[in-house]
């Protein structure tokens, strides 16, 4: 009856959201008095799970699944929770794996909790606590069902380290063709770059910054701190950014540990969709922007001076770090 | 082609969030609720459909009597005609199973639901419906086309986006992108008029199998005031990331 968790790897890699989630799962499973056993698919070296609490790793090497397919990789996390009788399944939040996660609810007659911030209320009843309401407000959720599938929200636990070594057994669950009836025919993904999904600090621009042609100092101010580059939803509208780099409520959620918001007013429905970030600063000239009423650290000035010279500060910084 | 649009009645992005009965419960007094954002986007596009290649739209909702303006309103903006089935939604699970049984008596090709709500985003219904009805499901779709009985679509993945071919019938959990907030549309004069007597059909639910309930609310820690720093003292602004904030 261990706890289940589906370890999503990129690139052979797993993610920092994983090791969360491993280690998340960990302290479920210690509460309920038993094991943490992951899933993992095509990836070669899966040793670093078992430093983060996990015990027992099943093995999925298969070329059908190289390119992701919700519903193969479902059936495969549905087959896993049974062959290990996990009466809790657990996942990241990446796209990927809140895809697939639904599907694996309705396949073990499981309820679902998404967006999950906490460790358990209660393991007995079953409740958890998750964000809601666009993160104005959190709710505790009770899993009537007998297994129970949750996803964690990232950034919200951290990763800690467990002494220990997963055992690795090879699993091969049985696919049809029906789990590949959507097929994947091409993948566009940029490389090199650090992504909004994954970026430990997102550094955002807005329309302070007047047009397109100034964004060259948020690029530079991105690559010291190694952060991604966002931008507030009139920028996308005016095609001064592309639409990838919206993030609001209808844009892409940003829950890291330092957002940096330059230019931004923040409109409700922008800081919606990044206020699970940890730490908000705010860089405005107008020291009534709403954003500066849930920033944590705020400079008002004219960005085109602030930004500069914070780039040569956080570079001295970064030679003497 | 046959489309079902799933909508969801949620509260206003502006609205202020309160609860009620010991937090128990969502305070809707004084609340204006509007048609899901990522619900709308899909509607949007079965609109075009519509359009463009002569499908006929039926939206849903599971929702008491008063998400009927809302239904109206996806009616005024374009579709032809509207089901409500008559429960409380209060789990993914239920509202699923229950669109699944609306799914399978109309006989729909193609079925878009918002990919997430802005109420309890919970991010489940879906594909939680594709899986209950056996059908093909693409999530956080950005872009749509079908030809004959064959989908093209766009889906936005962590760093890119890929596309994926699917044949009908198919569940799609739409986004901005399938189409974008300029294509959005304010229903007319002509739009509310017609809206008042195209049908409105309410079904009662066929059951109520939950897997979760909601047994308490809560609000966030009211935050501490922002500190400023002088655009003269960044060093102090570096420090502060470093040494309080700990996040460089």
């Not at chain 1, 920028?235 to 957002?259: C, F, I, M």
């Not at chain 2, 991010?123 to 749509?144: D, E, H, K, R, W």
Request: with cysteine; hydrophobic share 40%; aromatic share 6%.
């Amino acid at each position: 009856m261990s706890v289940l968790i589906y370890a999503e790897s990129n690139e052979g890699k797993f993610k920092k959201t994983t090791l969360e989630l491993a280690s998340y799962a960990k302290k479920v499973a210690e509460s309920l008095g038993t094991t943490v056993t992951a899933v993992t698919v095509n990836t070669e070296d899966v040793s670093e799970l078992g430093k983060y609490g996990v015990d027992k790793i099943l093995k999925v090497s298969n070329n059908q699944l190289d390119k992701f397919n919700a519903k193969a990789y479902a059936d495969v996390i549905k087959q896993a929770a049974e062959k290990e009788g996990a009466k809790v399944v657990a996942v990241t939040s990446t796209t990927n794996s809140l895809y697939a996660a639904p599907i694996v609810a309705v396949n073990l007659n499981a309820g679902y909790a998404s967006n999950v911030v906490a460790l358990p209320v209660s393991t007995s009843p079953f409740q958890v606590k998750r964000n809601a309401f666009s993160n104005k407000a959190f709710d505790v959720t009770e899993i009537t069902s007998d297994v129970k599938v949750l996803a964690l929200a990232k950034n919200s636990f951290g990763v800690v380290e467990a002494s220990g070594a997963a055992a690795t057994e090879d699993f091969a669950p049985a696919l049809n063709d029906s789990d590949f009836a959507v097929k994947v025919e091409n993948v566009e993904k940029v490389t090199g770059k650090v992504t909004i999904a994954d970026a430990e600090i997102v550094v955002s621009g807005g329309r302070g910054l007047k047009g397109p042609e100034n964004w060259g100092m948020i690029e530079e101010l991105a690559d010291v701190l190694g952060a991604a580059t966002a931008c507030s939803k009139p920028v996308s509208d005016l095609d001064w950014r592309p639409h990838s780099e919206h993030v609001g409520q209808t844009g892409k959620p940003v829950a890291s540990n330092l957002y940096i918001a330059v230019g931004i007013s923040g409109a409700i429905q922008h800081i919606a969709g990044i206020n699970a970030s940890k730490v908000k600063v705010v860089i405005n000239n107008d020291p009534e922007a709403p954003f500066f009423k849930v920033a944590d650290y705020g400079v008002v000035g004219d960005a085109f001076e602030v930004v500069p010279k914070l780039i040569e500060k956080l570079k001295a910084f970064k030679a003497n770090n | 082609m046959k489309i079902l649009v799933c909508i969801s009645h949620v509260p206003d992005t502006t609205s202020k969030i309160n609860f009620v009965n010991d937090d128990t419960a969502f305070d809707t007094n004084g609340v204006q609720f509007v048609i899901n954002p990522n619900d709308e986007f899909g509607l949007t596009r079965a609109i075009w459909f519509k359009e463009k290649q002569g499908a006929n739209v039926t939206v849903v909702n599971v929702g008491g009597p008063d998400t009927e303006p809302t239904i109206r309103k996806a009616l005024a903006i374009g579709a032809d005609e509207a089901i409500r089935v008559n429960a409380t939604p209060t789990d993914g699970f239920q509202v699923a199973k229950e669109l699944a049984e609306v799914v399978k008596n109309g006989g729909y090709d193609l079925v878009i639901c918002g990919k997430e709500s802005l109420d309890y985003n919970g991010g489940m219904v879906p594909g939680m419906l594709a899986s209950l009805l056996n059908y093909n499901f693409v999530n956080s779709c950005i872009g749509i086309e079908v030809e004959g009985n064959e989908a093209t679509l766009i889906r936005e993945i962590d760093g890119g986006k890929e596309t994926l071919k699917s044949a009908l019938p198919l569940v799609v959990g739409g986004q901005k992108g399938i189409v974008e907030e300029k294509d959005l549309r304010i229903p007319n004069m002509r739009g509310i008029m017609s809206a008042r007597t195209k049908a409105l059909n309410v079904m009662e639910a066929t059951g109520n199998d939950t897997k979760t309930k909601v047994v308490k609310f809560e609000r966030p820690a009211p935050k501490s005031a922002v500190k400023l720093v002088s655009p003269d003292n960044l060093d102090e602004l570096v420090n502060l990331l470093h040494n309080e904030a700990k996040v460089i």
